[in-house]
């Protein structure tokens, strides 16, 4: 059973930054593309970042674009997502997600989720 966990999430002022991890075990991580997605409260989950199971691939949001930067460690299982200048818009739970198709920026291409982790920043 596939279990992924986020850690990392925190409260931060506008323009700061932060790291998420994403530890995961029981799969196959090092063959599996990964993504971030987050979700603020009334709003859609929407997604954030991806990366191929390489980690050669790279795919962003538009609105995360220049400022985050997701990479991984195939030998620790690990995915990360390095957060700068965030703003107070970027609020949410973020959530990492394994991928079981050949897209990576809908929530329906990801098989497995983790529990999220709150992000807050304060304006």
């Known amino acids: 059973q596939v279990q992924l966990v986020e850690s990392g999430g925190g409260l931060v002022q506008t323009g700061g930054s932060l790291r998420l991890s994403c530890a995961a075990s029981?799969?196959?991580?090092?063959?599996?593309?990964m993504g971030w997605f987050r979700q603020a409260p009334g709003k859609e989950r929407e997604f954030v970042a991806a990366?191929?199971?390489?980690?050669?691939?790279?795919y962003y949001a538009d609105s995360v674009k220049g400022r985050f930067t997701i990479s991984r460690d195939n030998a620790k299982n690990t995915v990360y997502l390095q957060m700068n200048s965030l703003k107070p818009e970027d609020t949410a739970v973020y959530y990492c997600?394994?991928?079981?198709?050949?897209?990576?920026?809908?929530?329906?291409?990801?098989?497995?989720w983790g529990q999220g982790t709150q992000v807050t920043v304060s304006s």
């Open positions: 029981g799969g196959p991580f090092s063959r599996s593309a």
């Open positions: 997600a394994q991928n079981r198709g050949t897209t990576f920026t809908r929530g329906m291409e990801y098989e497995y």
């Open positions: 990366i191929s199971w390489s980690g050669i691939n790279t």
